[in-house]
Structures are given as C-alpha cells and as structure tokens.
C-alpha cells in the first residue's frame, strides 16, 4: 500500500502528489496488478487514467452518496466520470450507492455489495457483555 498525501489547499502539494503518484506508479508497475481506489477524488482520475494506460485494473470502493456516487461525480466533470466509469469493480458499504450506479446507467455485474458493520452475535454483545 503507498499512499500520497495531499493538502488541497495548496496548489504545489496537489501538483508534487501527481508526480509523486505517476512516479510511483511507473516505477512499481512489475509489483502490481490492481489499483485499488478508497473514494474518489480529482486525483482518482487521474489515478484511473494511469493505471488503464499501464494495462492495470481499477478497484473502487464507494463510500458515501453526495461524495463519490456516480451522479455527484459525474456533475463535477465529465473526465471524472469517464475515469469512475472505467472501473472493473465498485465496492459500497450500501444499497443506496448500488442504486446510484444503476442510475447512471453502470454496469451492475460490476458491483458488489459490503456493508460495514460487525457480526452482532460476536461483536456487541461480547465488546459490552463480556
């Protein structure tokens, strides 16, 4: 896992990120066979792009509706949506992301379904049961 960090708020930050990713990227390309994306953001299309130009697959985990659901996304730019639509999987934590990628018309075979949660049998009654 390498991550690259980011302050939006500054312009060098976001552009140093790109290179820093496109660096990393090329680099590794041999260790790798998957890009896997936790939301999506600016930098997620350009992620996507490279990973595509690189022949690798794109996993994308959705995680909240009126931050990286298809429509919201698709309402920021077009190269965004492009780039969410080349994904080979979507993962969401809800039913309501999965209906928000049939909207915009995403292919459902793609799409898989993990909500977050934990097993109640095991996890609350023990965490505060004993």
Avoid at 75 to 80: H, K
Avoid at 83 to 100: G, I, M, N, P, T
């Amino acid at each position: 896992v390498y991550r690259v960090g980011v302050n939006p708020q500054r312009r060098g930050t976001v552009v140093r990120a790109a290179l820093q990713m496109l660096w990393l990227m090329l680099r590794l390309q041999r260790r790798y066979h998957v890009v896997h994306l936790h939301g999506f953001t600016g930098k997620s299309a350009w992620i996507t792009l490279i990973a595509r130009l690189l022949g690798k697959r794109v996993v994308l985990k959705l995680t909240s509706v009126g931050f990286d659901d298809p429509l919201t996304v698709r309402q920021r730019s077009r190269l965004a949506f492009w780039a969410y639509a080349q994904a080979d999987r979507y993962l969401s934590v809800s039913r309501r992301l999965e209906d928000l990628c049939r909207d915009a018309q995403l292919s459902s075979e793609r799409f898989e379904l993990i909500p977050n949660g934990i097993d109640d049998e095991h996890g609350i009654r023990k965490a505060f049961h004993g």
